[in-house]
């Protein structure tokens, strides 16, 4: 019974849920921009942002506000569309870069989700197998994935100067500290378990320093 509770705390640590957790982030994130909100009125007499009244108090008309209806709640065309416009450049700009970022967030949201597979596996990445070394063994795969999450989140954060939005700003430098201190717990838990191999290749058995001390 320990045993198994080792493994699943070995393989399901907190590398692997944020591996899982980025699969979700740039899946819905990319996917999001191929199913557009709509704007639908509020009939909801509660939701009414003005009204007028005749001289008994009745009401006579009300003003309903609009809502958005989507993944998202809003219209990415539009929104894409009134950024760039606000820079004076034409819509298909607009929209060749908004679907450009979303192929590439469900390319890395598929990335992400092969990492996350590999992680909860178990197998030992390290192995070279028949000497070769193949991309994913020697991380290559895994620092280009980061690297390709950093630039789309530099890019969107120079968007968001460009555009005027600190909101955005604030919420992109957010996610772009994410992926730095993901990335730096992924690769000090990697560096521990090559030296852990090397020790054991070398015939060292160190009972005082177990797999578990890796797992976050």
């Known amino acids: 019974m320990k045993k198994l509770i080792y493994s699943i705390d070995h393989r399901v640590n ?28 509020n009939l909801d007499p509660n939701s009414a942002t003005s009204a ?13 506000p609009s809502q958005k209806i989507g993944w998202y ?13 606000r820079l004076h450049l034409p819509p298909i700009i607009a929209t060749v ?12 949201a598929i990335l992400f989700f092969w990492l996350f597979l590999k992680q909860l596996s178990g197998k030992d990445t390290t ?11 020697d991380r290559t795969v895994h620092r280009l994935i980061f690297k390709a999450s950093i630039w789309i989140f530099i890019a ?14 604030w919420e992109h430098g957010t996610f772009l500290l994410m ?14 378990m090559l030296e852990m191999k090397k020790q054991k290749l070398a015939g060292n058995e160190d009972s005082d320093v177990s797999v578990q001390a890796s797992s976050y």
């Open 127 to 137: 192995d070279d197998g028949d000497g070769k070394i193949s991309l994913f063994e």
């Open 14 to 41: 907190l590398i692997t849920i944020l591996f899982l957790f980025w699969t979700f982030f740039w899946g819905l994130n990319g996917f999001d921009k191929f199913f557009n909100g709509t704007s639908e009125p």
């Open 52 to 64: 007028l009244v005749d001289e008994n108090g009745k009401v006579v008309y009300t003003v309903q």
């Open 73 to 85: 709640g809003v219209n990415r065309d539009d929104k894409f569309a009134n950024y760039f416009s």
């Open 179 to 192: 992926t730095l201190i993901t990335y730096d717990m992924w690769y000090r838990t990697d560096q521990f």
């Open 97 to 108: 870069s908004l679907y450009f970022f979303a192929i590439l967030e469900i390319v890395l």
């Open 156 to 169: 969107f954060l120079t968007g968001d100067i460009l555009f005027g939005d600190r909101a955005e700003v």
